[in-house]
Each structure stands twice: as C-alpha cells, then as structure tokens.
C-alpha cells in the first residue's frame, strides 16, 4: 500500500464493536460498526528523528496500555520501524495520540534494512505488525518486491519474522512454493503479498493474508467482477510452517 503521512486512526470503532459484542454473546456474532473518532497525525510528524508516517499494521497490548503502530516507509525516510504509543480515549473520543518510542527493525546479521538505492533485493516493505502476548514477541510481514522490466529484474520474496520487542531477528516461517517470487508468469505480484496477520487458537497459529491473487490463481482485481482467488496462509506458530 502506498505511504500516508497522517494516519487516520479508527480505533474508536473498535470500542463501539466491544459494546455490540457485550449485547450480542448469546448469538456469538458483532451486530454492527460505527464510526465513534478519529485522529490525524499531521503530516511530517517528526519523533525521535523519524518522520511517522505510512502507519499500516496496528496491535495493541493490555499489559501495558500501549499500541503499535508498523511503518510502511521501505527505509526510504528512516530505516524500517515500529513506534510504540498510547491512545488517550474521552468521552467515546480519541482525545490524543502519545508516541513514546520508536524500533528499527532489524536483519539476520543485526543490521537496520536498506533502501531500493542501497540494496534493493535486500529493502523491506513492513505492513503488518502483532504482537504476540504469550511470549512477549512480535510478527511483522513484508511483501517483498517483483520488478520485472527490460532494464532490471528484481525479485525479494516475501516474509513473516519475528522478531523481540527491541527489534532484533528472531526467526522467519517457512515460505510456500506458491508465494515464492518469479521473473515468470507464477507467484506474488508487486506490492499485493502479506498484506494482514492475526492469531488463531491461543497464540498457537497464524493467519496471513494474501492482498491479491497470485499470477497463476487469475486476473488483479479491480473495478469489476473477478473470478480469481484470494490466498491465506495458516502457520503452526512452533513449527514455523
């Protein structure tokens, strides 16, 4: 997804799904949504000598009254981050938005990630981010990169790391064979792999969602009626596959 300098926050929604959730238990099912708030970081926002913007993934962590918030920036403006904030709510309102830290995501080799221009089959594209409170880690996904052109291939396929609360690497699931970039006509497209992640079954597994289909499933969706499939990925969080 492209970067956004504000973040048009909705967490307020998730209050009012929480009250229609209350009244709805014996069915099991949320009965509706509403719009209660929401809070516009302002453009160029500058904290900790970053600039917060392009927000995509946000997860929150009861322990510590704290949310956090994945950067989507490709190590463009700063190396790839999380920012660590509170959200104070009054009155059914978002009153202000407090950020308190920013992470560098960090390699294997305990490096922050590169951009296009320094390296760009090595430059992350971060949109989702959990935290996993049974452990005390967190997941993030990057959707990797196909540019296939007469000029240049570059092909980085995508991932789902973990990583611990200061950022470091931890581990990576395996990759499918489907989900594995190709110069040919199979695998993600660009910009449309591990777009969204959440956990199943008490921290045990791991859905990820896949934006749009693979080149071999059919047509990008659009406007119109699409045939094509959409894939989601279930992984045995131990395992790792």
């Known amino acids: 997804?492209?970067?956004?300098?504000?973040?048009?926050?909705?967490?307020?929604?998730?209050f009012s799904a929480c009250t229609s959730l209350k009244s709805s238990q014996k069915s099991g099912e949320i009965?509706?949504?509403?719009?209660?708030?929401?809070y516009v970081i302002p453009f160029n926002y500058?904290?900790?000598?970053?600039?917060?913007?392009?927000?995509?993934g946000i997860d929150f962590n009861p322990e510590k009254n704290e949310y956090y918030f994945i950067s989507d920036?490709?190590?463009?403006?700063?190396?790839?981050?999380?920012?660590?904030?509170?959200?104070?709510?009054?009155?059914?309102?978002i009153d202000t938005v407090i950020f308190l830290k920013s992470t560098?995501?960090?390699?294997?080799?305990?490096?922050?990630?590169?951009?296009?221009?320094q390296d760009p089959a090595h430059t992350p594209d971060?949109?989702?981010?959990?935290?996993?409170?049974?452990?005390?880690?967190?997941?993030?996904?990057?959707?990797?990169?196909?540019?296939?052109?007469?000029?240049?291939?570059?092909?980085?396929?995508?991932?789902?790391?973990?990583i611990?609360?200061?950022?470091?690497?931890?581990?990576?699931?395996?990759?499918?064979?489907q989900l594995i970039m190709s110069a040919q006509d199979r695998g993600p497209r660009q910009n449309g792999v591990f777009e969204g992640l959440t956990f199943m079954n008490d921290y045990k597994s791991l859905l990820v969602s896949v934006e749009t289909p693979l080149l071999q499933d059919g047509p990008a969706a659009g406007p119109g009626d699409?045939?094509?499939?959409?894939?989601?990925?279930?992984?045995?969080?131990e395992s790792r596959k």
């Open 46 to 56: 500058q904290f900790n000598k970053t600039t917060v913007g392009g927000l995509s």
């Open 1 to 14: 997804m492209p970067n956004i300098a504000g973040l048009l926050i909705l967490v307020s929604s998730l």
């Open 31 to 38: 009965n509706h949504l509403k719009l209660l708030s929401e």
């Open 104 to 117: 560098f995501l960090k390699d294997k080799f305990g490096n922050t990630y590169p951009n296009s221009a």
């Open 73 to 93: 920036d490709r190590s463009n403006k700063n190396p790839a981050r999380f920012y660590t904030a509170q959200i104070v709510i009054t009155n059914d309102k």
């Open 226 to 237: 699409s045939s094509a499939i959409i894939r989601m990925i279930k992984y045995n969080i």
């Open 164 to 177: 611990n609360p200061q950022g470091n690497f931890i581990d990576t699931f395996q990759l499918p064979s």
């Open 126 to 162: 971060p949109e989702a981010l959990r935290y996993d409170r049974s452990n005390h880690t967190f997941i993030w996904s990057s959707e990797g990169e196909r540019i296939v052109t007469s000029q240049k291939t570059v092909l980085e396929n995508p991932v789902v790391t973990i």
